[in-house]
């Protein structure tokens, strides 16, 4: 008898099923049941949203179903592991309010919601959820608008081999911990406006095949040291490129870079290193400070020609009043001698490397040759650096 009770028990404790065809219904009242969601190869008819809950024309027994308020806002809380794997969803998918009542309604999954490998044939909406859990949807084909607006990611949220054939809507999401979208198709892009990624976000191999941009404005990858972010710049910047927009492939190649050279210089694990393995780490690091001074700061990879004019007019302007405050130039055709102009004058003409000898260095000054020589090899530095600058911004597409 005792051995009859636990099993029955634990029969009401999970509504698990396999390779049959379900109402939403029913899935929903095994939601409000409280019962562990087991599905493998099953096809849901009808629509399934949580705002059923609640209409008075529909019968469930919500007894059991956890819910509170919050201001305006109903929360429903599913306290049970949800798993539905390879599963056909007919209908609407909404863990959501509608459209028009966005804020009424908001839903809690405090373990793991997992829906790999489903297939989603209309639209679907988690905005707005909590996942305490892992949100799992490898695999997944949602074929129309997919709303994750909103949502916090507790745990890990997996998007890995995603075909997205609606809209992709993460705006304000936030990612507490590892998020991967490697080898997701983003049909007709991605919306990432202001979403916050806390921990691991990879980005490889993410897809579009029409010419849509995906929205990443004041997108923030906290781990900044680590270069989380390269391969989402990376996406974009093909995206971009395939779309036409030049400019703003440049610009993301130039995060790209930044990223990648962070993440050499700092390492995915730097915060869990202790002190003296951090020094050790930084000091090895510095092998990429010609990088950093050169490539980033100087040029920016090639993608900002601007900076190298401004290190140009710096070191002429500086150039010439050391020779003027020196006052050692040799100006034959000037009767007034070395003056500001004088100064300035030799100063440009040794940073193009033009050198006409109408003014040069008195012979038994060492510090003014010096200086002349430091321009001139300046000077040809920045000027072939300019040159690859623009050749590299007009020859892209």
Known sequence: MEFFVKFHSNTLMEFRRE????????????????????????TVSGDLEVDRFFEKEEKFDTSNLQTSAQEQCRIITFPQ?????????EGNVFFAPEWDDEGLLRVVFKQDAVFNMSVFKEQTRFADSTFHGRAGFDGCKFYSVAAFTDCKFGAQAMFR????????????ARFAQDARFINTLLSKGGNFKESLFMSAADFSGVYSTGKSLPTHYDITFARRCSGDGETFWRYVKQAATEAGYYKL??????????????????????????????????????????EFLLGD????????????????????????????????????????????????????????TLGFGD?????????TRAVA????????????LFVVCLAKRFSRG
């Open 81 to 89: 592991k949800i798993i539905m794997n390879e599963c056909t969803f």
């Open 249 to 290: 492939a440049g610009d993301c190649f130039y995060e790209e870079r930044k990223c990648n050279m962070r993440g050499r210089f700092y390492g995915k694990n730097f915060a869990k290193l202790d002190k003296k393995q951090k020094i050790a780490k930084l000091a090895k690091g510095i092998k990429l400070l010609p």
């Open 161 to 172: 081999t995603v075909e997205f054939h609606g809209y992709a809507l993460f705006n304000r």
């Open 297 to 352: 700061l100087l040029f920016g990879y090639g993608e900002k020609p601007v900076r190298v004019i401004y290190a140009a007019l710096t070191v002429i302007i500086t150039c010439g009043l050391l020779y003027f405050s020196v006052g050692d130039l040799e100006c034959p055709h000037s009767p007034n001698g070395s003056t500001f102009f004088e100064s300035m004058y030799f100063s440009v003409i040794t940073f193009t």
């Open 373 to 384: 020589m430091f321009e001139a090899i300046s000077g040809t530095f920045l000027i072939s």
């Open 19 to 42: 390779h049959q065809r379900l109402t939403a219904s029913q899935v929903l009242q095994a939601l409000a049941d409280g019962q562990d969601i087991s599905l493998l190869r099953c």
């Open 359 to 367: 003014v040069y260095p008195n012979a038994t000054h060492t510090f």
